[in-house]
């Protein structure tokens, strides 16, 4: 294991909810090391665990046994230092773009906020709907309006839950590609679940692939190719039909 | 393919939307139904104490030579603003603060539940007894008919609010506080006026049983004594016209706020 601290460690992890008569096994013993920068997606089966085990990583939930570190220390609960994008947006309707953006600035200067909120907002293309609310925005823009709001905050880690999985595929496509590029420039350590194997090459240094449930990381896919990815190339092909292989089996011996 | 050269033309959008005038002549011509199957009512019945339509107008003309509808109108308005502004400032955070803490809901919710359905009108004893003749009496039953519904709609709010606006706001660090402040209030907002709509139609409904106690003006009170003083019915009915059109006034105003940009998306049918 290298010197510098992981940004995030799971060790040991497993997770179960009381249900009917017998206790549901979600995470059976999960273990990851992931590096500080690194974007990682974790893929599996719908309704495996995937969205659970992040909500363990962002401190929403805890765990049956095991534990989280983040930079060295245990996880209590969320943290302004690690924001969280969630699948069903989090955009607060009752705020215009702006005031969404600059949520997490509330203890910056006047000056400095405006700065911030107008950089992110030409980040992530929203120039111009400023004064907009959530209501008159597209699916994607909202999106796009949370991703804002997580990266303003300047948080150490990202934390993504299925972010891009309640749009069509073409602005999916564009969402992706705009990750990617925004990620480059700002080089946060992004955990991003997904159960879209496309999505995790084309976004991922490495994929955790997560069996079914109850899960266990069955495994880490690293995806060496430069971006942006040339979606034909065989190397993509090869690194997306090995994740396909890998859940594949799963699926079949379950 | 015979392709018309104009059809590639962006249609012309007529730059002024035209008045939709049959949202004025419906309820219009409804009323004026309403008025006419009343005059032939009474004109047909012979009743010389039940007034035609003619005649409550005559009643409210007396009324304003006599200094008396205006003196009326902001006597009630005046018992009902104070009646309902208490009712929001103490229904609305109790509301908020008994839907977030399940443990104070377990508490009071049975009693709340308890006090609920006593009607105002039995409250009127209690009234006259605690706060004697005064505008306090009329005061205290409005509070009363309107801080429950208010209460117990908040508390609805908060546990339909959208778990995802407490996760993020949780995320960005917010003291509880700012949480109840910044978030679960507003998130509350578009319910919270809809229910302070309807506080504000029963706080206006309980008016007259209010002002029947201790009071020597009003609208409520403008029915009951022209009852009591010479059968009076043209009077009487003129202030039952009153109370309804200043009730279709009152909620038209309260409607009024559900426009805000920071409420609007909270009801699904607006475009």
């Known amino acids: 294991m290298s010197a510098a601290p992981s940004a995030v460690s799971v060790r040991n992890l497993w997770m179960s909810f009381p249900g009917k008569g017998s206790a549901v096994h979600v995470l059976e013993n999960v273990n990851a090391e992931i590096a500080p920068g690194e974007f990682v997606c974790i893929v599996g089966p719908s309704g495996c665990g995937k969205s659970t085990l992040l909500n363990i990583i962002g401190g929403f939930l805890k765990a049956t046994a095991g534990e989280v570190l983040v930079q060295d220390a245990p996880v209590s609960g969320p943290d302004p230092r690690r924001i969280f994008v969630f699948q069903e947006n989090g955009v607060f309707p009752w705020l215009n773009v702006r005031e969404n953006i600059g949520f997490g600035l509330r203890k910056k200067a006047r000056a400095e906020k405006a700065e911030i909120v107008s950089r992110y907002t030409e980040m992530v293309g929203l120039t111009g709907f400023e004064n907009a609310y959530p209501a008159e925005l597209s699916g994607g823009m909202r999106q796009r309006v949370e991703i804002a709001r997580a990266l303003a905050a300047n948080p150490d880690i990202i934390y993504m839950d299925e972010p891009f999985g309640a749009l069509d595929f073409i602005t999916r496509l564009k969402m992706r590609a705009d990750l990617v590029r925004i990620w480059e420039r700002e080089r946060k350590t992004i955990l991003f679940v997904t159960h879209d194997i496309e999505e995790a090459v084309q976004l991922a240094d490495r994929v955790f692939v997560m069996s079914r449930r109850p899960a266990t990381v069955r495994e880490v896919v690293e995806i060496n190719l430069p971006r942006p990815r040339d979606l034909d190339s065989a190397g993509y092909l090869e690194k997306r039909d090995r994740i396909f292989a890998a859940l594949g089996m799963s699926l079949g011996v379950g | ?271």
Not at chain 2, 232 to 255: C, E, S, T
């Open chain 2, 1 to 271: 393919m015979t392709e018309n050269p104009q059809s590639t033309q962006r249609p012309v959008q007529p730059a002024v939307v035209p008045y939709d005038w049959l949202r004025l002549v419906l309820p219009c011509g409804v009323g004026l139904i309403v008025l006419l199957v009343w005059d032939l009512c009474v004109r047909f019945s012979g009743s010389d104490l039940f007034p035609k339509p003619i005649d409550v107008a005559r009643a409210i003309v007396e009324l304003i030579q006599h200094g008396l509808l205006i003196k009326y109108i902001v006597a009630s308005l005046f018992r009902v603003s104070w009646g309902f502004a208490l009712a929001t400032l103490v229904g609305v955070p109790f509301g908020l603060v008994l839907g977030w803490y399940s443990r104070a809901a377990q508490a009071f919710n049975p009693m709340i539940q308890i006090l609920r359905p006593i009607s105002p009108i039995a409250w009127i004893p209690v009234a006259i007894l605690w706060f004697g003749v005064s505008d306090a009496a009329p005061i205290f039953l409005i509070f009363l008919a309107s801080v429950f519904p208010i209460t117990v709609s908040a508390m609805a709010a908060v546990r339909n609010m959208q778990p995802v606006y407490v996760r993020a706001a949780k995320n960005f660090g917010l003291s509880e506080w700012e949480l109840f402040r910044q978030v679960i209030f507003r998130a509350c907002l578009p319910q919270i006026i809809t229910s302070l709509r309807i506080a504000l139609g029963i706080a206006w409904l309980v008016v007259v049983a209010a002002e029947m106690i201790a009071v020597n003006s009003g609208l409520g009170y403008l029915i009951i004594d022209a009852r009591n003083a010479g059968k009076r019915y043209d009077l009487v009915v003129a202030g039952m016209l009153l109370i309804g059109l200043i009730g279709l006034g009152l909620d038209f105003l309260v409607r009024k706020l559900e426009n805000f940009d920071e409420v609007r998306w909270g009801y699904a049918n607006k475009s």
